[in-house]
T-cell receptor, first 117, second 115 residues
Framework: AQSVAQPEDQVNVAEGNPLTVKCTYS??????LFWYVQYPNRGLQFLLK??????LVKGSYGFEAEFNKSQTSFHLKKPSALVSDSALYFC???????????????FGQGTTLQVKP | DAGVTQSPTHLIKTRGQQVTLRCSPK?????VSWYQQALGQGPQFIFQ???????QRGNFPDRFSGHQFPNYSSELNVNALLLGDSALYLC??????????????FGSGTRLTVV
């Protein structure tokens, strides 16, 4: 079964420091990976995606993610965290299985990022 | 360019009642997917509609049903509401071509509370 794991419920980082939010995945075939951010009482906002190509993907708001096939990981990173980055972050993989390939997204449980001033 | 629009934003219903949630997809998108996000959890796929038909369904009971209209908008209906149906319901639209869905865009969601 295809799945996504976010091993940390919460990540705390000081403003100005680098941040990493971890994600590992399990899929059959080539993975299509995504990161979304969710602010309180809001929907999901797309940050970035990996389809193919360069293992370092750059996205919105200064975020980037590193795809590592051997470790089946897709960690989200940012060189310098802002207080406004505090939110709930979701890693997702596009489902490639089944006879009806709708490409539905399979999400991790989410990681709360807390950036302190 | 309007994004995905969901209505209503908040809703309170009583156990046993029925509810209808609505979604208008992003301009140019022809596919609508619905997700349920319970408190403290990641979104879970309910079903997807394309060409006015349900293409795939997640692990949800038949109390959950949907519809897609010719203008690509969609409704999610939940019958016989249970307390456990309380959640944020997210609509995501996309464009289907070449056998794949591209460019998922999510709405802000409808917060359903069942009392």
């Amino acid at each position: 079964a295809q799945s996504v794991a976010q091993p940390e419920d919460q990540v705390n980082v000081a403003e100005g420091n680098p941040l990493t939010v971890k994600c590992t995945y399990s899929v059959s075939g080539n993975p299509y990976l995504f990161w979304y951010v969710q602010y309180p009482n809001r929907g999901l906002q797309f940050l970035l995606k990996y389809i193919t190509g360069d293992n370092l993907v750059k996205g919105s708001y200064g975020f980037e993610a590193e795809f590592n096939k051997s470790q089946t990981s897709f960690h989200l990173k940012k060189p310098s965290a802002l207080v406004s980055d505090s939110a709930l972050y979701f890693c997702a993989v596009r489902d490639t299985g089944g006879s009806s390939n709708t490409g539905k997204l399979i999400f991790g449980q989410g990681t709360t990022l807390q950036v302190k001033p | 360019d309007a994004g995905v629009t969901q209505s209503p934003t908040h809703l309170i219903k009583t156990r046993g009642q029925q509810v209808t949630l609505r979604c208008s997809p992003k301009s140019g998108h022809d596919t609508v997917s619905w997700y349920q996000q319970a408190l403290g959890q990641g979104p879970q796929f309910i079903f997807q509609y394309y060409e006015e038909e349900e293409r795939q369904r997640g692990n949800f009971p038949d109390r959950f049903s949907g519809h897609q209209f010719p203008n690509y908008s969609s409704e999610l209906n939940v019958n016989a509401l249970l307390l456990g149906d309380s959640a944020l319901y997210l609509c995501a639209s996309s464009f289907f071509t070449g056998g794949f869905n591209y460019g998922y865009t999510f709405g802000s969601g409808t917060r359903l509370t069942v009392v």
